[in-house]
């Protein structure tokens, strides 16, 4: 039996992007983005939702370029952080501990210590209401060898991954892999059976 | 050391939407989507991208409106079929036997069996390439009454959501709680401390 909740941003899993930006100073800052994930596949497209009171608006806006680190497990104390605090007050690698890098592809830096980096131009800006929506072309992927499989592709696994979820607002590990994508699902047919 | 991988689209988690929309004939059609995730607080909004060639892409554009209904872990193997099969050539609710349910709120069905729905209006069209973003004001959600814990709130415990993972191209199921949000990065400080 379903019952109604009412119109709320309610959907699982939602990301934990931490988006690496310039300020009008040079200063790196970095914030933790929940509403975004990948919106196109030519060419390489990811999208991050921000509210224009942020930070990082200004930045995206000006430097029209971002990062975004995706931390393992290990770092869930410092991507909470990196939603909690702003740029204005703080420079929060500093406060975390953790090393900006300057991408040499855009305008931005990301976190040298999480395993998966996006380095992105923004290609399109939506207003949407609260948040606006910045699409940004994935020029370079960068990941720590060590989350390569034996096969060279990148291992959820190795990279550790976690989601937030809105409603019980708690962090969850990657679980038990449940099968193979594109596979699974054959036994109810496909086109060629 | 990062090692990198090119212009590709890999981030973590990616969710596991299926998208219902309605055809000119008004039969149901169900459509795996990965590129997705919340776009808007105020109001609240899901981006989807999907490609022209789609099935879903025609509906969408001619019913204005879908719904995401969110499986299961233990609906796994049907999620993916929906991925692989087309509505062009089949109906994937009778394959996969599962019920479409019409929503009363906007021009979409739903999945009865999945245990969290976003009934959606399309605001938002964005040609991004080879995908088209909508984005869709959720005008409602509903979630099984089993999967509110005892204060009320949803908890993606209950919900038993999964993830795909490119790269491997595995499904994962929910892991450990890792901690609350807003919270377990205090540690670093805040505006207030």
């Known amino acids: 039996m379903k019952t109604s909740l009412g119109a709320k941003t309610l959907a699982y899993p939602t990301p934990v992007f931490i988006v690496g930006t310039y300020d009008a100073h ?4 970095a914030m933790a983005v929940a509403w975004g994930g ?3 596949s030519k060419p390489p497209c990811v999208a991050i939702s921000v509210r224009k009171a942020t930070y990082t608006y200004g930045n995206l806006v000006e430097r029209q370029a971002f990062t975004v680190s995706i931390p393992s497990e290990a770092h869930v104390v410092a991507a909470d952080y990196f939603g909690l605090a702003s740029g204005r007050d703080v420079d929060k690698f500093v406060a975390a501990g ?4 300057r991408s040499d592809l855009v305008d931005a830096p ?3 210590e999480f395993p998966l980096v996006l380095e992105c131009n923004v290609v399109h800006v939506h207003e949407l209401g609260l948040h606006t929506l910045f699409a940004g072309e994935i020029v370079d992927v960068k990941a720590e060898e060590t989350c390569l499989d034996a096969d060279g592709r990148l291992s959820a696994e190795l990279v550790r991954p976690f989601s937030w979820a809105p409603g019980n607002n708690a962090y969850y590990a990657l679980g038990e892999r449940l099968g193979s994508a594109f596979s699974v699902g054959k036994v109810f047919g496909t086109k060629d059976s």
Do not use: E, K, S
């Open 38 to 40: 990948i919106c196109c």
């Open 110 to 112: 990301y976190v040298a």
């Open 98 to 101: 953790l090393t900006p890098v």
């Open 26 to 29: 040079g200063r790196p800052n």
